[in-house]
């Protein structure tokens, strides 16, 4: 089954750190191109960063520039993103998300792994 | 940034309605449109890419038409499990989504 699982969320303090992690299974990780999407409570998707299937491509969202970092381990098939310097604003549901370039459409999603940043 | 607005944010209906969602880009992104269901609690689910094409398993009363800077989603009879809030996406260039459509029972 091709499946995607987040992992990593919890609660942090303003001003701290967290590395979220999604493991692939079911599919070649190295082949595709992968992001990861936000989701605040109440509100809409919000793409948070971009890396290409090699790694060697990266984009990210202006609101997160800096203070967050996308990585991949292929030979782990394993997505990561490390989060610094968190704030308030950046308290939301994130998921990993599998893009198929032929398509450009997001096609496999996981299921979420909360972050809370408070105080 | 390629711009994707759509209309209406919040749209009410009945079971059995026909609805149809709109979604234009601010510059045009030839037929590479996606759109997306979402329900509480749930990851977004692709329902249609490449702007008409549906993905595998989605229900037949589900469409999606257009090219360039105009989109549109339409849904042909409401079923109950439909109520949910729809997205539109693109990837000519990030940021990909649309601000979301909420679509509630009337």
């Known amino acids: 089954e091709v499946q995607l699982v987040e992992s990593g969320g919890g609660l942090v303090q303003p001003g701290g750190s967290l590395r979220l992690s999604c493991a692939a299974s079911g599919f070649t990780f190295s082949s595709y191109e992968m992001n990861w999407v936000r989701q605040a409570p109440g509100k809409g998707l919000e793409w948070v960063s971009y890396?290409?299937?090699?790694?060697?491509?990266?984009y990210y969202a202006d609101s997160v520039k800096g203070r967050f970092t996308i990585s991949r381990d292929n030979a782990k098939n394993s997505l990561y993103l490390q989060m610094n310097s968190l704030r308030a604003e950046d308290t939301a549901v994130y998921y990993c998300?599998?893009?198929?370039?032929?398509?450009?459409?997001?096609?496999?999603w996981g299921q979420g792994t909360m972050v809370t940043v408070s105080s | 940034d390629i711009q994707l607005t759509q209309s209406p944010s919040f749209l009410s209906a009945s079971v059995g309605d026909r609805v149809t969602i709109t979604c234009r880009a601010s510059?045009?992104?030839?037929?590479?449109l996606a759109w997306y269901q979402q329900k509480p609690g749930k990851a977004p689910k692709l329902l249609i890419y490449a702007a008409s094409t549906l993905q595998s398993g989605v229900p037949s009363r589900f469409s999606g038409s257009g090219s360039g800077t105009e989109f549109t989603l339409t849904i042909s009879s409401l079923q109950p499990e439909d109520f949910a809030t729809y997205y539109c996406?693109?990837?000519?260039?990030?940021?990909?989504f649309g601000q979301g459509t909420k679509l509630e029972i009337k």
């Open positions: 996406q693109q990837l000519n260039s990030y940021p990909p």
């Open positions: 890396i290409s299937s090699s790694g060697s491509t990266i």
């Open positions: 510059q045009g992104i030839s037929s590479y």
């Open positions: 998300a599998r893009v198929v370039a032929t398509i450009r459409a997001f096609d496999i």
